[in-house]
């Protein structure tokens, strides 16, 4: 399994973990447990309305841009 291409995690300075869905972009999950993202990334459906305005170009992350 590779939950980590599809759900980028950022490292806050906090020391939580944030899961990022590439998708919709939306932040899944925030943990101080980067582990515990797993399962927040497994039952995460995407917003479709946000998926198209993300495919759109409407909205940009610039935390997504690698
Ligand atoms: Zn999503």
Redesign the pocket.
């Known amino acids: 399994m590779s939950s980590q291409e599809n759900f980028p995690h950022r490292h806050n300075s906090n020391g939580t973990h944030d899961s990022i869905?590439?998708?919709?972009?939306?932040t899944?999950a925030t943990s101080f447990r980067e582990a515990d993202l797993a399962g927040f990334e497994l039952r995460?459906?995407?917003?479709p309305v946000?998926?198209y305005r993300i495919s759109q170009g409407w909205l940009t992350n610039p935390a997504i841009s690698s």
């Open positions: 869905c590439r998708m919709c972009l939306a899944v995460h459906l995407c917003d946000r998926v």
